[in-house]
Structures are given as C-alpha cells and as structure tokens.
C-alpha cells in the first residue's frame, strides 16, 4: 500500500478495511441497467461496487473508491469486481439478465502495462466473450492524452473490448481526442446534459456519431429527462428513473 499517496486524514481506514473486505470477499457486485429508452429494452448493466465496514457502517463508493484509487489497493478492488463480474456472466449464460457487463477501472492500470491481457485472461479463464464486457475509463483522465493511458485504450481496443468513456462534459474538440484514442462510447454526466438544449446535444451526439462514439447518459430520473434525451437522439440510458443499482439475482428479474 502506497501511505504517502492518501490525502485525506480518513483515508487510512478506509484502505485498510477495504483491502481486508477485498482479501475476505466482503464486497458485493451491484448492478444498474443501461436501457435502451426507445424500446425499454436492457441493453447492459454497470457494475457497481457496496461495502459494509467492520462496524456496520455502509460506504458509498463515491466515499471509499477515490480512497483506494490514491493506492495500489484500488488494483485488487479492480480484479475483485472482475472476477465478480465474469462468474456472473458465465452463470447466467443464455438466461436473462446475461447482458453486456459495464466495469469501471481506474486508469492507474495504465502504469502496469499488462491490463488489456491480465483483463482477457479472467475472462477465457470463465470462459466469457471479450464482448460482454465493457471497459469504462474516467474521461478527465482520457482527455489529458498520457502516453500511457493512451496505449492501455488502444491495447483494450486490440483485444476486443469495447471503452466507454464515463463522466463526460465535452465538446466536439474532446469527441475526436476520444476517437483518436479509440475510445467507442460516450456517457454523459447529469451535470452536463442537464444544462444542454436539445439542439446542443442533438449536434453533439451528430458529432459523436461522425466518430465512430455512441453517446449515452447516466442520471436519468423522471420521465421529461428521458424525452428530452430521446428528443436529441441518446437512446442509451440509466438512472433511477429506469431502476436503482441491483444485486445479479434481482437484475436476471428485471430482464426477464
């Protein structure tokens, strides 16, 4: 664990009960549909990450991941929800809820070199199709364009998996920074689209589809969001307005 890396005086903690949680499997696989809007179809699910500390006390990932991520702890968080995450898919294979799987990463990855292959080895070892597992990468951090990052997309990209970049606030100029790394998809933060006219957004996923980038939007929480998004053409959506982050059982439910 890298100590001089955490920032915060309640970050040690954190680390630490979230490294023990990782190594006695304590963490739990969450799931939130991504939905096809038009239809009301699924069409894949992010993975998300619940913890309970020792004491009882649930911690929103928002609190305890950018925790692990200032340390090499978040590289056992990562490989933890892998490993979750493909005995899911291949337990479910040709049943409901067998979606596309979205799986954040942290970008530290990047300073590792082996991502792309150690990612396709858990997957042929539960013998998962590379296609059924989305890499979603923070798109700050893409955007900076680092030489490394930019060879973990572009090694991802080679092995078949799709890379979404997640969180985005962006302009055309970012769209071809996103297509030049190889980057597939675009999820849009509430915070951003909430703040765009339809015309603007209408341009911007034009934009995104002149590159090769399927744009989605996350944070979808009433009815007159989701028309407003189909109204500039995202179809791709999730939030609460459609269902709240699940465990796998519930999800095979829900997409059945």
């Known amino acids: 664990m890298d100590a001089d890396q955490i920032m915060h005086e309640d970050d040690l903690l954190i680390v630490e009960d979230a490294a023990r949680a990782v190594e006695e499997h304590e963490l739990v696989a969450y799931y939130q549909p991504i939905v096809n809007a038009a239809d009301n179809r699924v069409v894949g699910a992010e993975a998300l990450v619940r ?15 950018p925790a692990l991520d200032r340390t090499d702890t978040i590289f056992g968080l990562d490989w933890y929800m892998a490993e979750e995450i493909c005995g899911y898919l291949q337990n479910t294979q ?10 954040n990463f942290s970008l530290r990855h990047a300073t590792m070199g082996d991502f792309a292959q150690t990612l396709a080895d858990t997957l042929q070892w539960h ?23 930019s060879a973990m997309v572009a090694a991802a990209g080679q092995k078949g998996f799709r890379v979404v970049a997640d969180n ?21 933060a509430p915070a951003f689209w909430g703040t765009q006219s339809t015309d603007d957004l209408a341009k911007l996923v034009q934009a995104a589809e002149q590159c090769g980038i399927e744009v989605s939007a996350g944070g979808v929480e009433n009815e007159g969001e989701k028309q ?15 269902a709240k982050p699940m465990d796998g059982e519930a999800l095979q439910a829900f997409c059945a």
Do not use: W
Request: contains cysteine; hydrophobic residues 50%.
């Open 94 to 103: 040709g049943a409901a809820g067998n979606v596309p799987i979205s799986l």
């Open 228 to 242: 407003a998004l189909l109204a500039a053409g995202i179809t791709h959506m999730q939030g609460y307005f459609f």
């Open 127 to 149: 013998d998962v199709d590379h296609a059924q597992v989305c890499v979603e990468l923070d798109s700050a951090a893409l955007l900076e364009q680092d030489a490394a990052v």
């Open 51 to 65: 913890y309970t500390m020792s004491d009882g006390t649930v911690i929103p990932a928002g609190l305890f991941v």
């Open 168 to 188: 985005c606030a962006i302009d055309s100029n970012d769209l071809r920074t996103l297509k030049d790394l190889g980057v597939q998809g675009a999820k849009l």
